[in-house]
Protein backbone atom coordinates (compact mmCIF):
# COMPACT_ATOMS: atom_id res chain seq x y z
CA UNK A 1 0.00 0.00 0.00
CA UNK A 2 0.73 3.07 -1.11
CA UNK A 3 0.72 6.16 0.92
CA UNK A 4 0.94 10.05 0.04
CA UNK A 5 0.66 12.50 2.30
CA UNK A 6 0.13 15.68 0.14
CA UNK A 7 -0.19 19.46 1.95
CA UNK A 8 -1.09 18.28 5.49
CA UNK A 9 -2.66 20.50 7.44
CA UNK A 10 -3.63 19.59 10.94
CA UNK A 11 -3.41 20.48 14.85
CA UNK A 12 -5.71 20.78 17.94
CA UNK A 13 -8.22 22.83 17.92
CA UNK A 14 -7.48 26.50 16.56
CA UNK A 15 -3.92 25.75 17.18
CA UNK A 16 -1.93 24.88 13.76
CA UNK A 17 0.85 22.50 14.20
CA UNK A 18 1.48 21.12 10.64
CA UNK A 19 1.55 23.54 7.61
CA UNK A 20 1.60 21.86 4.85
CA UNK A 21 3.64 18.71 5.09
CA UNK A 22 4.39 15.75 2.22
CA UNK A 23 5.20 12.51 3.01
CA UNK A 24 5.23 9.54 0.86
CA UNK A 25 5.92 5.89 1.64
CA UNK A 26 6.12 2.74 -0.85
CA UNK A 27 4.93 -0.82 -0.32
CA UNK A 28 7.55 -3.43 0.96
CA UNK A 29 9.92 -0.22 2.64
CA UNK A 30 10.69 1.12 5.72
CA UNK A 31 10.40 5.25 5.87
CA UNK A 32 11.57 7.32 8.54
CA UNK A 33 10.34 10.04 9.91
CA UNK A 34 12.99 12.67 11.61
CA UNK A 35 13.14 16.38 13.46
CA UNK A 36 13.87 18.06 16.72
CA UNK A 37 11.35 18.00 19.58
CA UNK A 38 8.25 20.12 18.39
CA UNK A 39 8.65 19.29 14.65
CA UNK A 40 5.38 17.58 14.26
CA UNK A 41 5.82 14.02 13.96
CA UNK A 42 3.25 13.32 16.33
CA UNK A 43 0.40 15.26 14.92
CA UNK A 44 1.71 14.07 11.88
CA UNK A 45 1.18 9.97 12.53
CA UNK A 46 -2.14 10.94 14.51
CA UNK A 47 -3.43 12.86 11.39
CA UNK A 48 -2.96 10.04 9.10
CA UNK A 49 -4.51 7.49 11.82
CA UNK A 50 -7.56 9.31 11.54
CA UNK A 51 -6.82 10.50 15.35
CA UNK A 52 -7.01 14.25 14.32
CA UNK A 53 -8.88 16.16 11.62
CA UNK A 54 -7.17 17.31 8.47
CA UNK A 55 -7.55 21.32 7.87
CA UNK A 56 -6.07 21.02 4.58
CA UNK A 57 -4.11 19.16 2.05
CA UNK A 58 -4.76 15.09 1.95
CA UNK A 59 -3.74 11.48 3.03
CA UNK A 60 -4.08 9.19 0.04
CA UNK A 61 -3.70 5.40 0.32
CA UNK A 62 -3.06 3.81 -3.21
CA UNK A 63 -4.43 6.92 -4.63
CA UNK A 64 -7.42 7.15 -2.28
CA UNK A 65 -7.93 9.66 -0.07
CA UNK A 66 -8.83 8.66 3.05
CA UNK A 67 -8.78 12.24 4.85
CA UNK A 68 -12.27 12.65 6.33
CA UNK A 69 -11.86 9.19 7.99
CA UNK A 70 -11.92 8.65 11.89
CA UNK A 71 -9.57 5.95 13.30
CA UNK A 72 -12.12 2.50 13.09
CA UNK A 73 -12.58 3.45 9.35
CA UNK A 74 -8.89 4.47 8.97
CA UNK A 75 -8.21 0.67 10.25
CA UNK A 76 -10.58 -0.48 8.18
CA UNK A 77 -8.72 0.94 5.01
CA UNK A 78 -5.21 -0.69 5.67
CA UNK A 79 -3.48 1.62 8.33
CA UNK A 80 -2.32 0.32 11.52
CA UNK A 81 -1.08 2.45 13.79
CA UNK A 82 1.04 2.30 17.56
CA UNK A 83 0.96 5.21 19.47
CA UNK A 84 3.72 6.95 21.08
CA UNK A 85 2.01 6.82 24.39
CA UNK A 86 -1.05 5.55 25.94
CA UNK A 87 -0.92 2.63 23.55
CA UNK A 88 -2.60 -0.32 25.37
CA UNK A 89 -5.40 -0.53 27.89
CA UNK A 90 -3.89 -0.15 31.31
CA UNK A 91 -6.65 -1.73 33.11
CA UNK A 92 -7.36 -4.72 30.92
CA UNK A 93 -5.53 -8.30 30.69
CA UNK A 94 -3.61 -8.82 27.51
CA UNK A 95 -6.20 -11.08 26.31
CA UNK A 96 -9.13 -8.10 26.75
CA UNK A 97 -6.69 -5.80 24.89
CA UNK A 98 -6.31 -7.97 21.81
CA UNK A 99 -9.93 -8.98 22.12
CA UNK A 100 -10.75 -5.36 22.47
CA UNK A 101 -8.38 -4.35 19.56
CA UNK A 102 -9.85 -7.49 17.36
CA UNK A 103 -14.21 -6.52 18.32
CA UNK A 104 -14.59 -5.17 14.59
CA UNK A 105 -12.96 -7.60 12.51
CA UNK A 106 -14.59 -11.49 12.18
CA UNK A 107 -12.72 -14.60 13.35
CA UNK A 108 -11.55 -13.06 16.28
CA UNK A 109 -10.13 -16.47 17.89
CA UNK A 110 -7.95 -17.07 14.99
CA UNK A 111 -6.50 -13.46 14.90
CA UNK A 112 -5.66 -13.96 18.67
CA UNK A 113 -3.96 -17.60 17.97
CA UNK A 114 -1.95 -16.13 15.02
CA UNK A 115 -1.37 -13.22 17.64
CA UNK A 116 -0.04 -15.41 19.84
CA UNK A 117 2.56 -17.95 17.56
CA UNK A 118 4.02 -14.49 16.88
CA UNK A 119 4.21 -13.04 20.01
CA UNK A 120 4.88 -15.96 22.70
CA UNK A 121 5.05 -13.33 25.29
CA UNK A 122 1.77 -12.13 24.78
CA UNK A 123 0.68 -16.04 25.30
CA UNK A 124 2.62 -16.31 28.67
CA UNK A 125 1.38 -13.13 29.56
CA UNK A 126 -2.36 -13.46 28.89
CA UNK A 127 -4.41 -12.86 31.70
CA UNK A 128 -1.64 -10.24 33.41
CA UNK A 129 -3.10 -6.71 33.16
CA UNK A 130 -1.19 -4.45 30.81
CA UNK A 131 -0.19 -1.97 33.47
CA UNK A 132 2.07 -4.59 34.78
CA UNK A 133 4.06 -5.09 31.61
CA UNK A 134 7.36 -4.42 30.84
CA UNK A 135 8.41 -1.55 28.50
CA UNK A 136 9.15 -3.63 26.26
CA UNK A 137 6.54 -6.17 26.58
CA UNK A 138 4.27 -3.17 26.43
CA UNK A 139 5.09 -2.08 23.19
CA UNK A 140 4.99 -6.19 21.97
CA UNK A 141 1.45 -5.75 22.98
CA UNK A 142 0.51 -2.47 21.30
CA UNK A 143 2.27 -3.71 18.01
CA UNK A 144 0.22 -6.91 17.81
CA UNK A 145 -2.85 -4.80 18.70
CA UNK A 146 -2.44 -2.63 15.72
CA UNK A 147 -1.30 -5.78 13.54
CA UNK A 148 -4.50 -7.51 14.35
CA UNK A 149 -6.65 -5.56 11.49
CA UNK A 150 -3.89 -7.48 8.77
CA UNK A 151 -2.82 -3.85 7.68
CA UNK A 152 -1.28 -2.87 4.80
CA UNK A 153 0.37 0.09 6.06
CA UNK A 154 2.35 0.41 9.67
CA UNK A 155 2.23 3.84 11.27
CA UNK A 156 5.04 3.63 14.50
CA UNK A 157 5.73 6.53 16.91
CA UNK A 158 8.72 5.99 18.44
CA UNK A 159 8.11 2.14 19.51
CA UNK A 160 11.81 1.62 21.16
CA UNK A 161 11.70 4.92 23.35
CA UNK A 162 13.47 3.57 26.56
CA UNK A 163 13.84 -0.32 25.97
CA UNK A 164 16.00 -2.77 26.64
CA UNK A 165 18.50 -3.29 23.59
CA UNK A 166 16.81 -6.92 23.33
CA UNK A 167 13.38 -5.55 23.04
CA UNK A 168 14.84 -2.95 20.22
CA UNK A 169 16.51 -6.06 18.06
CA UNK A 170 13.54 -8.19 18.37
CA UNK A 171 10.72 -5.17 17.31
CA UNK A 172 13.56 -3.81 14.53
CA UNK A 173 13.67 -7.92 13.07
CA UNK A 174 9.85 -7.66 13.26
CA UNK A 175 9.29 -5.20 11.37
CA UNK A 176 12.16 -5.59 8.85
CA UNK A 177 10.19 -8.76 8.70
CA UNK A 178 6.98 -7.53 8.04
CA UNK A 179 8.08 -4.83 5.43
CA UNK A 180 10.14 -8.08 3.75
CA UNK A 181 6.59 -9.55 2.81
CA UNK A 182 5.27 -6.15 1.46
CA UNK A 183 4.23 -3.91 4.27
CA UNK A 184 4.44 0.01 3.86
CA UNK A 185 5.91 1.14 7.63
CA UNK A 186 6.48 4.73 8.97
CA UNK A 187 8.42 5.09 11.46
CA UNK A 188 9.29 7.93 13.47
CA UNK A 189 12.60 7.46 15.36
CA UNK A 190 13.84 9.27 17.49
CA UNK A 191 16.26 6.99 20.02
CA UNK A 192 18.28 4.10 18.39
CA UNK A 193 18.24 6.17 14.81
CA UNK A 194 21.59 4.41 13.83
CA UNK A 195 19.90 0.69 14.15
CA UNK A 196 16.57 2.10 12.25
CA UNK A 197 18.45 3.96 9.40
CA UNK A 198 19.92 0.69 8.99
CA UNK A 199 16.77 -0.61 7.72
CA UNK A 200 14.84 2.41 6.11
CA UNK A 201 14.69 3.38 2.31
CA UNK A 202 14.41 6.80 2.62
CA UNK A 203 14.08 9.10 5.87
CA UNK A 204 12.14 12.62 5.62
CA UNK A 205 12.87 15.67 7.96
CA UNK A 206 10.27 18.08 9.30
CA UNK A 207 10.77 20.93 11.56
CA UNK A 208 8.42 23.44 12.95
CA UNK A 209 5.38 21.60 11.14
CA UNK A 210 7.30 21.85 7.55
CA UNK A 211 9.42 19.72 5.57
CA UNK A 212 12.83 20.31 5.56
CA UNK A 213 14.65 17.88 3.67
CA UNK A 214 14.28 14.40 2.11
CA UNK A 215 16.94 12.42 1.61
CA UNK A 216 18.04 8.47 1.30
CA UNK A 217 18.40 7.11 4.94
CA UNK A 218 21.57 5.78 4.20
CA UNK A 219 23.25 9.34 3.40
CA UNK A 220 22.67 10.13 7.21
CA UNK A 221 24.51 6.97 8.61
CA UNK A 222 27.90 8.86 7.27
CA UNK A 223 29.83 10.06 10.84
CA UNK A 224 28.88 13.30 12.11
CA UNK A 225 25.79 13.64 9.05
CA UNK A 226 22.71 12.79 11.27
CA UNK A 227 23.77 14.86 14.39
CA UNK A 228 24.82 17.73 11.79
CA UNK A 229 20.99 17.34 10.34
CA UNK A 230 19.53 17.54 13.96
CA UNK A 231 21.05 20.52 15.16
CA UNK A 232 20.93 22.67 11.55
CA UNK A 233 18.37 26.13 12.48
CA UNK A 234 16.07 26.67 10.02
Known amino acids: MKLEVKGLQSGYGKVTILHGVDLVAEPGEITCVLGPNGAGKSTLMKTIAGHLPVSGG ?4 DGRSVAALGPLDTVRAGIGYVAQEQNTFAKMSVRDNLLASALAFEGTDALIAETYRRFPILKERSYQLASTLSGGERQTLAIANALLASPRLLILDEPTAGLAPIFVDQIIAWITELSQK ?11 PEKILKISRTTWMLDAGRNRE ?11 RLEEMLLQEH
Open 214 to 224: TLPSRDLLEPG
Open 58 to 61: DVLL
Open 182 to 192: GMSVVWVVEQN
